[in-house]
Each structure stands twice: as structure tokens, then as C-alpha cells.
């Protein structure tokens, strides 16, 4: 049976450096599972931390999905492939099946040239549908429906949620019952008959080890902190202005990612600039980047089967690697799945 890394957790836990560490040692490849960095041009905001000079290498299959063909590449990152980042423009819509329907026939090529797939990223969803295939994963945008449902107020898409999915709306939180991209995504899958399930049909054939990395809410509001501000300084307002001057509007599907959105009155005409001013986006950023990390928190804590290491650990890493190292080479600690 073919063997699966994952790796995951919250932003701002470096499970990208993990996983180009362990990479290197088991003769492996990264597959990005993160809803903002399949954003072409959008580098700074989700922190891709590419080198000056990136490498990219091309794969050599095709994949066709919704009408569209894609060609996955990826990005030599120290010397590692790391596919699925800049896959589509900021324009273009990306969900979930869009994901699988790329990462998917990655895994597959990766195994048959004799590699390790990791699989690193924080958006939950995107690992769940991988491994296990969940119900809606499969549903392909409705152009004709989005156009009316976007006509509608954000009140009319939430009783609309509330009557069609009443159990999915109960477990919604007040970020996603306001966002209405997502209520859309949930009407169009009730529209095409389909039920929220988290029981996959069609799950992965593979031996599954899932490393989740975790942290300390202080501690990981620190670490936030501190990127943004880093994000900050390595010019994410000029990355912005950058896509606005190239067509990309702030209610492109990728603007609204987090970093990005939040600069929105700063770029507005007419808003007038000042410390305090920048001052108060920046905290607006920081505090929906460590509102994001609970929701990561609270998703993985309630999936099976994840060893959980805490980063301020000492020798987290050396004991992640023993962890690894068992399950590879003896079938330990694994998970079939």
C-alpha cells in the first residue's frame, strides 16, 4: 500500500519548514493543501516564502477538470518539488473539488516515480476531501445560479443556508454565516442534491500517517504577530497595488483571502493615510489571522487519527522524525484509510 504524510495545524506553526526538512530525509514531495496559496501573484499575504530565484518543474501529466486543463508545476523550494501553489489567477473561482481533482493524480504520479507525498497545509477541508473524499467535494460551480444568488443580500443567503441545510447551518460560526461565498457553495450543493457528508465514498488507498502541529494560544498569537509584521515590511501593499493595477479587483475570489482584504480602505480614493490609520489595518489583520488559527484549531482537534506535537516542545522535530521514520519503514503509526 502506498504511504501519505500529512502534515498540519494552525497558520504561523511552520509545518512548510517541517515538511522540507523530512522531505529531504524520506525521499519526498510537498503537495500544498492551502486554500490562498493556489493564488498566482499573491506571495507576500499567504506566505509562500519563495527563494529570489525559484525553479519550477513541470509534470508531466495533464489534468482536465470543469473544462479545463491543467498542468501541475512546481516550485524547487532547498532543493524540494512543492506542487499546487499558483494555479489559478486571483480571478478565478477554487473549491474544494477543484483540489482534489489536481492533488489527487499528483499523489498518484509521485508514488509511481517512487516518492513520498506530504501533504502540507491548514485548510482542513482540502486534506479531508483528499484522504477521504467527502460528499460535496465532487459538485461543480453553477455559473447561471451564482449569477442570481450573488444578486441577493448576505440575510436572504443565510435563510436560504438555514432551510435547504438547517443541520450544516447550526455548525456554522459567525465568520462563515456572513461570508457570502461560502453560504453560495453550500446552496449550490443543496441545489445539485447532494448532502453534507463527511464519510467518504471514494476514500484514498493509502497508509496514512498524520503529523498536527500545534501550539499554545499565546504562543501562536506571537508567532501571528510577528509574520504580519514581517509581511508587512516585505511590502504587501505594494503586492496589492501590483494586482489592482493589473485588473484584479478586491472582489476577485483570491482578494478576499486574508491580508489582502483588510487593505481595502488603504487603497480606497480618498482615504486619507496616517500612522494610526495603518496602525488599525494592521491589528484588523492580526486579529482575523488569529481568529482563522482557532477555527484551524478547533477543525483538527476534532479529526481522528493526528499525532499532535506541540512546536514549543524542545525536540519536537527530532521526536516528529522518530514518529515518521517508525511508521515509514515498519508501517507504525500509520492509518489505512
Known amino acids: 500500500m502506498h504511504k501519505l504524510l500529512i502534515i498540519c495545524g494552525p497558520t504561523a506553526t511552520g509545518k512548510t519548514n517541517l515538511a522540507i526538512k523530512l522531505a529531504k530525509k524520506f525521499n519526498g514531495e510537498i503537495v500544498s493543501a492551502d486554500s490562498r496559496q493556489v493564488y498566482r501573484s499573491m506571495d507576500i499575504g499567504t506566505g509562500k516564502d519563495l527563494p529570489k530565484k525559484i525553479k519550477i518543474q513541470k509534470s508531466k501529466i495533464k489534468i482536465i477538470f470543469a473544462g479545463k486543463g491543467y498542468v501541475p508545476f512546481a516550485h524547487i523550494i532547498h532543493d524540494i518539488p512543492v506542487w499546487l501553489y499558483d494555479v489559478v489567477t486571483p480571478k478565478e473561482e477554487f473549491s474544494v473539488a477543484h483540489y482534489t481533482a489536481l492533488a489527487r493524480p499528483l499523489l498518484a504520479d509521485i508514488w509511481e516515480r517512487g516518492k513520498l507525498p506530504i501533504v502540507v497545509g491548514g485548510t482542513?477541508?482540502?486534506?479531508?476531501?483528499?484522504?477521504?473524499?467527502i460528499g460535496t467535494s465532487g459538485v461543480?460551480?453553477?455559473?447561471g445560479l451564482r449569477i442570481v444568488?450573488?444578486?441577493?443580500?448576505?440575510?436572504?443567503?443565510q435563510r436560504l443556508v438555514s432551510m435547504l441545510l438547517p443541520s450544516e447551518w447550526s455548525r456554522l460560526n459567525e465568520s462563515d454565516r456572513a461570508n457570502p461565498?461560502?453560504?453560495?457553495?453550500?446552496?449550490?450543493?443543496?441545489?445539485?442534491?447532494?448532502?453534507?457528508?463527511?464519510?467518504?465514498?471514494?476514500?484514498?488507498?493509502?497508509d496514512v500517517c498524520t503529523i498536527g502541529l500545534t501550539a499554545p494560544l499565546p504562543y501562536l498569537d506571537k508567532k501571528i504577530d510577528d509574520r504580519v509584521r514581517e509581511r508587512v515590511k516585505q511590502g504587501i501593499v505594494k503586492e496589492i497595488e501590483g494586482l489592482l493595477a493589473r485588473g484584479i479587483a478586491f472582489s476577485d475570489p483570491g482578494m478576499t483571502s486574508l491580508g489582502y482584504r483588510e487593505w481595502q480602505p488603504w487603497l480606497t480614493e480618498g482615504f486619507v493615510r496616517t500612522v494610526g490609520s495603518e496602525r488599525e489595518i494592521i491589528g484588523v489583520w492580526k486579529r482575523h489571522e488569529r481568529q482563522y488559527?482557532?477555527?484551524q484549531l478547533t477543525?483538527?482537534?476534532?479529526?481522528?487519527?493526528?499525532?499532535?506535537?506541540?512546536?514549543?516542545?524542545?525536540?519536537?522535530?527530532a521526536e516528529i522524525e522518530r514518529r515518521v521514520s517508525a511508521w515509514y519503514t515498519g508501517g507504525g503509526y500509520g492509518i489505512k484509510n
Open 299 to 317: 477543525w483538527f482537534k476534532k479529526q481522528p487519527g493526528i499525532d499532535r506535537f506541540d512546536i514549543t516542545g524542545v525536540r519536537y522535530e
Open 181 to 206: 461565498r461560502r453560504l453560495i457553495r453550500k446552496i449550490e450543493i443543496a441545489m445539485a442534491g447532494k448532502e453534507y457528508s463527511m464519510d467518504g465514498k471514494n476514500p484514498l488507498n493509502a
Open 124 to 133: 482542513g477541508l482540502y486534506i479531508r476531501a483528499l484522504v477521504k473524499d
Open 140 to 143: 461543480e460551480p453553477d455559473p
Open 149 to 157: 444568488l450573488d444578486k441577493l443580500p448576505v440575510r436572504m443567503l
Open 293 to 295: 488559527a482557532r477555527r
